[in-house]
């Protein structure tokens, strides 16, 4: 059975930089794309950021570009998202989400068949 369990979340100022994990367990994940996705209170859950496991080709929404870094370590079976230059809009309650295949790039959290519970972020002004 997947599971996947974030860390790392908190309360900081804009302009800090938080590390968010992903301890992922249950399977081997090298036919797996993880992503990070954010929900903000009132709005829908919206993509991130995400990552093949194999290979560790990324690709980012356009408001993170820049500033946030996904990477895995297959050692540690974790997937972290580096969040630099924080700002207000940033806040929200980010996931991890894990995907079996890696043929197809998709940025709808309805293709996504794992999720953790949840860790929030809350960016202050």
């Known amino acids: 059975q997947v599971q996947l369990v974030e860390s790392g979340g908190g309360l900081v100022q804009a302009g800090a930089s938080l590390r968010l994990s992903c301890a992922v367990s249950?399977?081997?994940?090298?036919?797996?794309?993880m992503g990070w996705f954010r929900q903000a209170p009132g709005k829908e859950r919206e993509f991130v950021a995400h990552?093949?496991?194999?290979?560790?080709?990324?690709y980012y929404t356009d408001s993170v570009k820049g500033r946030f870094t996904i990477s895995r370590d297959n050692a540690r079976n974790t997937v972290s998202l580096q969040m630099n230059n924080l700002k207000p809009e940033d806040t929200a309650v980010y996931y991890c989400?894990?995907?079996?295949?890696?043929?197809?790039?998709?940025?709808?959290?309805?293709?996504?068949?794992?999720w953790g519970q949840g860790t929030q972020v809350t960016v202050s002004s």
């Open positions: 249950g399977r081997a994940f090298v036919s797996y794309i």
């Open positions: 989400g894990a995907r079996y295949g890696t043929a197809t790039w998709y940025r709808e959290p309805s293709k996504y068949g794992y």
């Open positions: 990552i093949r496991w194999s290979d560790g080709a990324t």
